[in-house]
Structure formats: structure tokens, C-alpha cells
């Protein structure tokens, strides 16, 4: 199609440079170059898949991935998790109270405790995450509604905030961080107590740094006026995005590379889920020297209510795990393992009989009759 | 210029008197008063413009052409969306292919349209000499102008298109050769006209009075009519008639002549070399077609999956709180859009984020193909002729892969089966047969033993019938004498007696016949001042004015001369096909000559009758005035003197008969066995008369002796009727064709029978007929049915009394049968061209008849042994690339959008992309771009010598078999099968779990979440890698290329990922990439993923493609096999011939049968032979 309707060869024959493989340049040309390349006879690695040839390697594949399958699930099933809903859709749940009168705009915090047992004790560091679920992160209109050079400490995008931020990209002054992300940024607050058989508790520490990806934290995200410690100075003439308590620059003032724009809670926010249902690491416990990160026992999750999620039909999790080698908690990719050598397998012995019972039929098929 | 402003007014008055014919008046200069008024006529200059654009207008006009297209207009439209409405994509995705695409184009088609520049500029300005006031004035070519006078030398070529007014000879004749216009590279000689071949001198022809009137310009190179009208002092003026033999046509060169001087008449674009330029219909492959018709299923499907998609998302918004929870709200202007716009906004949006489904790269590549691949045509050694020092050529590219597809191939016979090398074998004067010496002692003379040589008391009257006889072919001809020892074309005759002469002619048989007239005795000498001579028997020259000359052509089939003798006696000896002349008799031994005719016919022999008649003065004056009439005709000239020669050309007196032979080309009946075994059909459509054409089908084995013959001919419908022959004929292959299909089901098929049919010119023009109005009812328009179906069930077809009309018209009828088959028709001459040009794929033979049919062809070839190479080696390779590149194309982008699509499901229908924009703008640009093109230009699932020994192979391609629905719908089943996997395989990854990394690069273990663009570059990375590995397990050739290629953009995706994801991009507004696959790398889950999921895409796929091998195995898949086997025991032979025939020989009942049951199609009943004699070994 993209060749022209010009045909070099309707010319009288006096430009002879022109392009085109039936040019008058192959008319010129004598006894074409006896090259491989030209003569298509390149030296060539010829495979056929027969069933003799498949046959092997499905045994292969199915030999090892029958194993992985296996380490998987029994790595997976040895992640130990525990998952607590604290929506307070339910009457009996303690949370429901705050649930029923809650809007995001309300000023006032509403706290709630849900008490949780422990059976097996949790070994190693311990990952908190909070889970919401029919929230979606990654619609499109959501998703663009951010601007990453504002996030990166640009001077101009902070007080000119992309397009793209729209609704939430002015009131009244520009707004930093704008766009909807930022807006609707997990607000709640989740402690964890453990309580003594004695009665008394304590509160387990929390980690919340180190919950962002490096790089994130440390390339992609950055506070106006780079190192200066007063952010404040730094995010004038802004004003915090709507739906905030307070502006960026007071997220964390308790630790200035936690605060403004790479505050880790933030950033891990900002990072949109692939899907409705979705975790977000909250905070990690790291672990003790001589006993278990978590041990078995009661506990209470003191939760701070602010975030609404029942007008969507959303519900929020509060999850513990450890992770192994490959992650956390996910007997899938295990089962698939699994599944798809076994199915190699047996792929295998079907072609086996299917060789053995036609492979030398057609192998002896010259001779009819 | 001023000259053209002078002239355009009373152009506008007197142009409406000139429609049809134009004058010109020579040198400018006015005809003496009371001749008609001079009205100066307003020509084009003598500007050549081949080029499309100026600089100007190149990039308006060349993206105006450029968007015509289908297919480039809808990205255009895509784009525009793209710009104009808030779609999920950037307008870059698509503009950026698109811009490649059309930059590309335009770069190509500029630098053609420069090189025409640069040529049209090189001959423009060539300096040219023009007659000014008795000077030479130099001028540029493009100032010449209608009237100039023009002086060309020896070796130069014709400016314009000229009338010949005189030569530096004295007879007014000047040589021409038109190699560069037809290719013919004999020297033609063309004639002044008597009355101003005096004028030879620069003062002399500014002297010259005279008007020219003629017609307008048309572009047939052969047909001129025109009037000269002289004014010599006072009188009257002398009207002579002007034809193609007065016209130089520009691009011709001037031979073996001083110079001439001529006068210009048609100038720059309406020379008849620049209304030639324009190009022929464009040809389009049923690949294409196929490709047509998938585009618009995915059209629909595109369209389909939009609507669904905006449909689910009203549904899904009917809820508020889902259209907009209070995390993520509409602007105030989008909210106050109206509903039906929004919709319409959002179904646009989806056609946007799905429309890679119909890539714009797939035209692209599929261009490349087709034009790089070509090259492999041009460079093949096998088909380079070492004689004519030329290689194949291709003048399309569009069509490479039909040459796969051919199943009916139409060859003209003489030159194309045949040499076209014309060898005198004998005459025969009223019986008695002569045989020249020199063969004699050649080969020929076992077959010429006991025929009864020269008699040697010949009567009084025979021996003078004798040698007039041989007088007759001795002048009765065309033939040039060429006295120098080099000829610039190929040389038409063999040296004479003195060591420097040649006999040249546009007929090899004049040439052959004149030779052996010179073995006989009689010797033509030249043609010198308009008198012929002939050095007889007796060493005496012989001398005979030359009066007329009654030109052969096609539809006569003969030619006459009329000379008168040194006596004063005038003869007319004419020569012509037998059918031409046998009527025409009067007297003679008409009997004898007319077995001996048909004895050597049947030999295969090209027979030709000589008759004569002796004129009368009287007689002479009226055959004169009765053809001046009609030379000077303006109109309708052509039928006036065909009318005119009938009338002269009566009333013969038999002479004899003169037997010519055409050698069959080397391999040409090894070339139609192996195209027959490939199934296709054969038809030799041919002028020649019956028996000549049955004998050349007998030698090149189109005819068995097995083959029952079938007639259709004149004689036959002469006894019955056509409606009763057609249907006894169709009831004879209808009825053994039944039978055939129950014995090959009982397995039964050892009585089988071939048929070849035989049908002449005229029959087939009253098969073709159209019904008659209301009298025949149904009866006529069945013919064609009838004669169709006989054909059907036919192997091979003789066509033969065929004018060149009728070739185009029997391929056009085949070509409209219900069957649609793909035709090829093959040819060298300039009757073929019509059928060349009709059939899917022309193929020209680089013959002796001139380029002409080279020329028009699409594909050129030395010979035609060549086609087989052509057809089962190219034809076949390309099929299968471009089919697999079409189907793999369709594969891969719904391998690529059908996650999007999904992905729909479970964000809200809100378009997001689910691949980040520069891996929708790349993946078809370059992550999977060059394996498939380099798979589709050096892909050769079998050997190219096998192809070659077993045409069987063929068949297994036949009928578009790659392309057919059911295969299509597989491939796209495939591909939402492979999307499924990708989409749901990260889906569970990320739903149901942790789906983690190692933040800090292995450093800690903290665990960090994903988010959606690590699912889409999950999703893409799986996909670029199982669609490439799916590539290279369909992959039987592996060159070191292919394994560059393919490993080399699987590891160009990674480095580019790693690139694109490892910088902060300042030029971008976003960031969304950044580390993004380099954390997917660090988890170790990702890995074990991303190779299940490979795993997982690419099983059904192999473990489909085994199964089919050992279950149900095609022709082809048995020889990969065995020549696989073959190449394992014997390294230094990968074939062993024998084996493998055996195994296809084998296997075509299995494959036929299959075929029967699926298409009721004819049998083919070649492959049935084939398998009786494997079964009589």
C-alpha cells in the first residue's frame, strides 16, 4: 500500500537511479552476487516440534516445576496473617458508631478499639497493613490526578499546579500536594496494644519509615527548597489540599525527612493499587532480639476513625504479616506451579503414547500398501 | 513563453473547428494565400513532467494522496480524537507511528519524485538542433515547439514526436531503433514521404511549404493517421498520406543514418512515450483481500468492545457513589456535560485506548516485506539467464506472495513454451517437398528420410511454379539486410555468405524463411531504391521494383507484396497462415499442399501458405488507387484498408507451403509436469493454428499420451451443433468425474481418466456469445456454465487460434467463475500483454518479441523454465511469511489490547491505560516489529530444494489455505487466550496477596506495595516475551539473523525498560515509571511469575502444533520431518530424493479426500496418475 502508484518502470528507461526492487537497476545489474544472504541459503538451525522432540522437555518442565509449586505453597502457608475489618458496617462492631456518623469533613476524630487474639505467635519483623477494598485507586480520572513534578520539589509546579489536578488543584491559592490522590490520602490512625493476661498493655512500637520504595522516597519525591528545614517557608503561598487536617509540611513534624512531600505515608499513598481491593503497608514491627515479634496473645487495635469509606461500599482492613523469601502470604502462585506441571506431566505421557502409537506410522508411511 | 501568450487567442476561436485533428504548420511559416487560414493552434511545449510534485505543493498534495488511503486515514482520525477529546492515551501514541509511517512515505516518495526531477530535468534541457531561417540553431529540448523543424543525428534520439520529412539516404528511409520505447532492439525503417525527402539540406528544407494535418495525440505507440499537404509553386497542394511509418516517436534512437530532418507534432506530456506513462491498475493479492476482511472483523470487534465498554460503565455509574465517590469528583465544566456527549466523549475514549488492535505498523511491515523481499527474486542465481545476461524482475512487489496461489496458469506458446528460434525445416511447391542441404546433414534428417527430395526432372511447369515459388518468399517479406558486423540488438539472422551482412526483421520466421530460401538457391540481396534484388540460382541478379507492401497483422494473418518484375509484369505474392490463404485460392495443387500443411502441423511445425497472383496494369492502377484511398483516409483509416486489402487479396494461385520450426524451451515440459503435479491447471492459449499447437502440447507433455482429447472446434460444430457438442462434452466429464469421486471413496481409482480440451478461437467467441434477446431463452447464457465446467474437470486446455482479445477475455472468464481462482498468465510477445495485464499475476518472458510483454508484466523472467523456480520456491516462501506475518500481527495486538480491555472490568470503565504510554506507543514499533519482519522475509519452513523436487507442496497452500477463517479465528482465539493468562496470572498475584518487593533493592527486606503500573509492566513484560518466544517456536529456520533479532529485542525491551524506568525524565509531566521494572525485577514472585505465565501462554499453542504433526499431519509436515531425519543421518545431502517422493506420493489421497469432504471442488486428477504409477511399481 505505501507503495506509490508511480511505477519506475513506465519510464523511458532515463533515470536508471530509481528506487524500487524491479528498477532499472536490476536490469543493469549482470549475474546476481552468489552469496548466501542473496540465495537464501544461509546456514540454518532447522527445529521441528514433534512430539519426540516436546516430549522430553515437557518431562523437564514438569520435573521442576512440580517442586517450585510445592516450596511456594509450603513457603506461602508458613506466612502466618491475620486480618481484622474495622469498617463498623456490622451493629456489633465497636467501630460502628464512628462509621454511621462520619463524613470526611468532620472535624472532630472519632477513636474506636477492636480487641484481637493472637493464637500463634508472628517470628520476625511483622508488616502492618491497612486494606481497603471497592476503592478505586485506578480509575482514570483518579490515577492523573496528581502532579510529579510538583511532588519532585518544582518551584513553578508548586505554586502552578498541573491541569491535570483539576478539581483539587486550587482553593483559593494553589493547592500542594494537589489532585485527588493526594486529597483523599489514608487518614486514619491504627495503634497496636498488646494487652497482658495481667490486664495491662502496652503499645507496640511502630516503625513508619522505611515503608516507601527508595527510590521514591528519595529521587522522586522531594520538598520544595530541597534540604531547608523550614518547610513551612518552603509551602507558602499554597494551601493544603482539601479534605487535610493540615497542610503538607505538618504530616510529620517529628522527624523533618518524614515531613512534606516525602512523608512515607504519603508516598506510599501516592503510589495508585492496580486494583479496587488493595493493601497499603502501614507500618513495620521490627523485631525483638530474644522473643517473638508478635506473641500469641490479646491484643487491641486502637483505631483513629477518620476515613469514610461506606458511601462507596468500601471496607477497611487492618493487616499483620510476616513475609518469606518471596513475599508475603500467596498460595496461588504456588498452586499454579503445581498445576501447570502436573499438566506438563501428564501432557507428557499423553504424547508419549501418542509417538509411540503414530510417531512410527508416520514414520514408516513411505511403504503404502 | 511570449510566443504561447501570442497564440492563445485565436486558439480559443479556432479550437472548435480542431477538435479531432490538429494541424501544423512547418517551420512556422503560413501556407501561401488561398490555402485554408492559418490558424495558429496553441501545443504544450516540449516540457517533460513525470514528476508528481513541485516543491511547493510536495507535502500538501503528498499527505492529501497519503490520507486517501483507508487505513492511514483512520489513524488520522484516531490522532485527531486523540488531540480533540480527554482520552486515557497521549495524542503521541498514536501520532508518533503515525508521523513514522507517513514521514517514511513521504521521504520515499519524495526522493522518487526528485530522481524524476532530476530526469526530467537531464532531457528538458538536452541541447536539441532546430532549422531557423536555413541555420542550426541549438535550443534547449524543452523550447521546441509543434512546427519546429529538427535535425537529429545518427545516434541521438528524437526529441519529440516527429514527421519524418528527409534523410541524409537518398530513398528517404532512415533506421530506428525503439529499444528503450518497446524494448524491440531491431533497426525498423521509416519513410519520408516522397514528395520532401529531396529537401536534405539545411537551406532546402527551411524552403519547404507545407501543412501537416493529423490527428490528436493518443498513446497506441503503433497507430498514426495524418495528411501532408505540400504547396509547391502555386499549384494545388499535394496531399500525401502520413502513417506509423512516417511518426518518430520520442525515445526512439536514430541508426545507421547520417541525419534526418523532421517536423515536431506532438510535443512534451502528449508525445505518445509521455500518454504512455500512465500506470496500469493496481493489482491487489488475495492476501490482501483476506487482510481486508480481517481488518474489518477487528473493526467490529474494536467497535464492539467499546460499546460494551461504555454500556457496563453507564450501567456501572448508575450509582453515584461510583461515579463519583467523594475521593475523586468531576470538574464543575465536566459535570455540566450533557449525558449523550459524555457517552459519545467516552465511546470515543475507548476506541482510542483500544485501537492498537488494528496496528498501523502491520501496513508498514507488510510493505517492507513485500519490497525488501522482492530483492530475493531479483538476486536469485537460479533464474538468471546467462544468454540474455538478466536476472528476474520484479515491477510489483504487491503480489509476491499470489505467486503462491496460482491454480490457473495461461502461457502463449510461441516464445514462451517454445524458443522462438525459427529454423527453416522445408518447403513443399505443389507437392513436392524441398529440403535445404544443410539440415539435411543435420538432425533433422532421420525425420525427413523417405519423403521424396528435389525432383530432378522436374516438368517445364513445375519448375517454373518452382521458382516463382521461391522468388516469392525470397520478396514477400520485411526482412532488412544489416551490412555491418555489429548489431546493437540480438542478432536476428546468421551471417550470410559475405561475412558482414545479417537479415534482421521484427518476424524470426521471415528471417528463417529468407535463410533457407538462401540454402535453396535464391538469395535476397537488399532493397536498393525501392527495388528488391535476388541473386537466383544461377549467380544472375534478379531485380524487382517493390510497389506495395500489404503489411501483415494479426487479424489477416498474412501479408502481401506486390513488385514488378524486370519484365514489366506485375505479381501480388502473399503469404499467411493456411486458414488465411486456403479461401482465397483459385487454382493449384491445393490438396497436396493442404496435406503436407497439416502432415507438418502435426510434426508441430509453423506452417505458412504462399499463393500469387499476376496483376494487370489496369489491375495494378485500381489496387493503387483502391489503397492511396484508404491510406489517406483521416478516419476509421485502419478499417478502410483492411477493407481495401480484402478486396485486393483474392482470387490466389496456390504455390506451396514453407514448415518452420520452434524449438520447445529447454525444461518446458519438465516446468508444466511439475506445474501440473502442483495441482494448478495449465492453458496454452495460442494464435497458432490447431495441429501445430497440439503437437507443441504433446512435446511439453500438457497433453499425455493417456489424455483423451476433447474437441471444441470449428470442424466439429460444423457436424452437430455448439449446444449439442457442448453437452455431449460436458456429459462425458461430468459423468466420468462422478464415478471418480465414489472410486476414490471406495478407494477404487485405478480407471481414471484426464481430458484435455482443445477449442479454437472462433468456437470460443460463440461460446462467450451473450444470449440472444428472448429467442434462445437460457441457452446461451449456459454456454459459458457449460464450458466452464468442462474446463473444470479438464487438466489442460488448448486455446488456439486466439487473438490477443480473446487470451484477455478466456483469463477474464476464469477469472469471474464461481470458484474465483487466481490466475497467472505468461507471455512474451506484445499479443500477451492484454492477458498479462488481465490476469492476478502477469509474468513477462524476456523474449524475441521485443520487452513489450516484460514491460506490462509484473513479474519479468528470463524463461520459462524459470516460473517453476518462481512459483513453488518464491511463490510458495512468500505466501507462508506474509501469512504468518498477517495472522501473527492480528496475534500479537490482541494479545496486547484484550488486557486493557479487561482491565476495564475492574477500574471503574474509567479508560485507564493499563500500560504506561511509551510501551503502547513502542510495542509495535520496536519491541516486536523486527522478528516478525525478518521472519517474514528469510522464514523456509522446508527446504528450497525439496519445494523444487516436489510440487506437490504446493497444493498444500493452495486456495489461501493459511489465511482461511478457521485458522484466523484459532490465532485470535490464541491471542485472548495468551491475554487472559497475562490479565488474570497478575490479577491473582495481586488480589489475593501480598504482592511485594524488596524496596531497597535486596538491601532490606521491607516490603513495599505495588502499584498499577507494576501490574501493567507484569502484564507487558510476560506478554512481549511469550509473543516473541511464540514467534520463535513457529520459527524452522534459524539463521544467526533470527537468532540476533529475536534475542536481541527481547533484550532491547529490557534495556529500554531499565532506561525508561531509571530516570527522571525531565521532559515528561510525569513520572508514573520511574524504578517501577527495576523493583518488579527485584521480586523474586515476579520472576517465578512472569515465567509461568510464558509457560502457561505458550503451551496449547505447542502442545495444538504437536498433536496436529503426529495426529493429523499435512504433506509438508511429513517432508519437514523426514528431511529433518534425512539431514541427521547424511549431513552432506539434507534430501534424499527418493524417500521423500514416496512420502508425498503417499500422502495425497489422505489430503485430497480431506479437501473433497471440506470443498466439493474438482479433482485435480494429476495426483491420481501420480499415485496409479507409484502403485504399478
Known sequence: ?369 | MRARMSHLIPACAGEENWVDSRTVYIGHKEPPPGAEAYIPQRFPDNRIVSSKYTFWNFIPKNLFEQFRRIANFYFLIIFLVQLIIDTPTSPITSGLPLFFVITVTAIKQGYEDWLRHKADNAINQCPVHVIQHGNVVRKQSRKLRVGDIVRVKEDESFPCDLILLSTSRDDGTCFVTTASLDGESSHKTYYAVQDTKAFNTEEAIDTIHATIECEQPQPDLYKFVGRINIYLARDEPVARPLGSENLLLRGATLKNTEYIYAVAIYTGMETKMALNYQSKSQKRSAVEKSMNSYLIVYLCILIGKALINTILKYVWQANPNRDEPWYNQRTESERQRHILIRAFTDFLAFMVLFNYIIPVSMYVTVEMQKFLGSYFITWDDDMFDEELDTGALVNTSDLNEELGQVEYVFTDKTGTLTENNMEFIECCVDGHVYVPHAICNGQVMAAAAGIDMIDSSPDAESREHEELFFRAVCLCHTVQVKEEETVDGIKRGIHQGKATSFYISSSPDEVALVEGMKRLGFTYLRLKDSHMEILNREDEIERFELLEVLNFDSVRRRMSVIVRSNTGEYYLFCKGADSAIFPRIVSGKVDQVRARVEHNAVEGLRTLCVAYKKLSHIEYEEVCHLLNSAKLALQDRDKKLSEAYDTIERDFILLGATAVEDRLQDKAADTIESLHKAGMKVWVLTGDKMETATATCYASKLFRRSTQILELTTKRTEEQSLHDVLHDLSHTVLHHHGSMIRDTFSGLSNEFQDYGLIIDGATLSAVLKPAPEGGGGASGGNYKEIFLEICRNCSAVLCCRMAPLQKAQIVKLIKASKEHPITLAVGDGANDVSMILEAHVGIGIMGKEGRQAARNSDYAIPKFKHLKKMLLVHGHYYYIRIAELVQYFFYKNVCFIFPQFLYQFFCGFSQQPLYDTAYLTLYNISFTSLPILLYSLIEQHINMDILKKDPSLYRDIAKNSLLRWPIFIYWTFLGVFDAVVFFFGAFFLFDNTTFTSNGQLMTTNTQMMFGNWTFGTLVFTVLVFTVTLKLALDTHYWTWINHFVIWGSLLFYVIFSLLWGGIIWPFLNYQRMYYVFMQMLSSGPAWLSIILLIMVSLLPDVVKKVLCRALWPTTTERIQVSAAGSTLHSPQGPYRGKRIICFCFFSQPVLLSKTEKRANRAFSPDSFSVQNREKGK
Open chain 1, 1 to 369: 500500500m505505501m507503495a506509490s502508484s508511480y511505477n519506475a518502470k513506465e519510464e523511458d528507461g532515463h533515470h536508471s537511479g530509481a528506487v524500487g526492487p524491479g528498477g532499472p537497476g536490476a536490469i543493469k545489474s549482470k549475474k546476481p552476487d552468489n552469496t548466501a544472504f542473496k540465495q537464501q541459503r544461509l546456514p540454518a538451525w532447522q527445529p521441528i516440534l514433534t512430539a519426540g522432540t516436546v516430549l522430553p522437555a515437557f518431562f523437564v518442565i514438569g520435573l521442576i516445576f512440580i517442586p517450585i509449586g510445592i516450596g511456594l505453597f509450603v513457603t506461602s502457608n508458613n506466612i502466618k496473617e491475620f486480618e481484622i475489618d474495622y469498617t463498623g458496617v456490622e451493629e456489633s462492631s465497636p467501630c460502628h458508631i464512628c462509621s454511621q456518623n462520619y463524613a470526611w469533613n468532620n472535624t472532630n476524630p472519632c477513636q474506636c478499639s477492636i480487641p484481637f487474639t493472637l493464637e500463634q505467635p508472628f517470628e520476625s519483623n511483622v508488616f502492618m497493613y491497612y486494606g481497603l477494598s471497592n476503592f478505586y485507586q485506578n480509575h482514570r480520572r483518579y490515577v492523573k490526578s496528581r502532579d510529579d513534578s510538583q511532588l519532585n520539589g518544582d518551584k513553578n509546579s508548586l505554586t502552578n499546579p498541573s491541569k491535570e489536578c483539576e478539581p483539587y488543584r486550587t482553593n483559593g491559592l494553589p493547592i500542594a500536594p494537589c489532585g485527588a490522590i493526594a486529597n483523599s490520602l489514608f487518614n486514619d490512625t491504627l495503634e497496636l496494644l498488646y494487652n497482658f493476661p495481667n490486664g495491662t498493655s502496652i503499645s507496640i512500637p511502630l516503625s513508619k519509615t522505611g515503608i516507601a520504595w527508595w527510590t521514591d522516597k528519595h529521587v522522586k519525591f522531594r520538598n520544595p527548597g530541597g534540604n531547608n528545614n523550614n518547610l513551612s517557608a518552603a509551602f507558602a503561598g499554597t494551601t493544603k489540599p482539601v479534605n487535610w487536617r493540615k497542610p503538607v509540611y505538618e504530616l510529620d513534624p517529628s522527624d523533618p525527612n518524614n515531613n512534606g512531600f516525602i512523608n512515607e505515608d504519603f508516598i506510599v499513598w501516592m503510589r495508585t493499587a492496580a486494583l479496587p481491593t488493595f493493601r497499603k503497608l502501614y507500618r513495620i514491627i521490627h523485631k525483638n532480639k530474644d522473643m517473638p515479634t508478635l506473641p500469641p496473645g490479646n491484643y487491641t487495635l486502637n483505631i483513629t476513625y477518620n476515613y469514610p469509606v461506606l458511601s462507596f461500599d468500601g471496607r477497611k482492613r487492618m493487616i499483620l504479616s510476616t513475609i518469606s523469601w518471596m513475599g508475603g502470604k500467596n498460595p496461588f502462585l504456588g498452586i499454579a506451579y503445581i498445576t501447570v506441571g502436573s499438566v506438563c506431566f501428564f501432557l507428557g505421557v499423553v504424547l508419549l503414547i501418542i509417538h509411540h502409537n503414530y510417531g512410527s506410522r508416520s514414520n514408516n508411511a513411505d511403504i503404502p500398501n
